[in-house]
């Protein structure tokens, strides 16, 4: 198992990442009309202009890209593990590399949106929801998600980082 560190010819494995992620896990949870609001966010698009300005990172098991996440100033965002690797632990040291990131740049905490099927994942993880949300869908469907923190403990530099 490595972490990569994403960049531009990256974007394609990204996308496929999430969206493969959103169309099997998401059905379970939310309507139809939020889980296409969900794959529009994450557009192909959308992940072109954040490889420019996010620390984006893969994580990679036996050759294959199985996760990604991202991080921009103290924000996670874009924390997605294929379904077939979910519950192994990689979400967890994505968030830990992610974590890190944020306290090397002299951030006390994160935040991040946590969608329904990443909740408990996060909440085990220390994160506290800090505000409740709804997004109303151009079909009508309403998003509701938390925003949650957490504080970060100070830690040494990672010498290698990514």
Known sequence: MKFIKADFKDVEVIHSIVHSTIKEVYPKYYPEGVVDFFLTHHSLENIKKAVNIEFILLIECDGEIVGTGAIYENQIKRMFV????????????????LEQQAANK???????????PAYSL???RGYVPIEYNKIVTKNGHVLCFHKMSKMLVKAEKLKEEV
């Open 82 to 97: 294929l379904p077939e690797f979910q519950g192994k632990g990689y979400g967890s040291m994505l968030l830990d590399r």
């Open 106 to 116: 002299g951030y006390a905490n994160v935040v991040l949106d946590s969608s329904l």
């Open 122 to 124: 996060y909440e085990k």
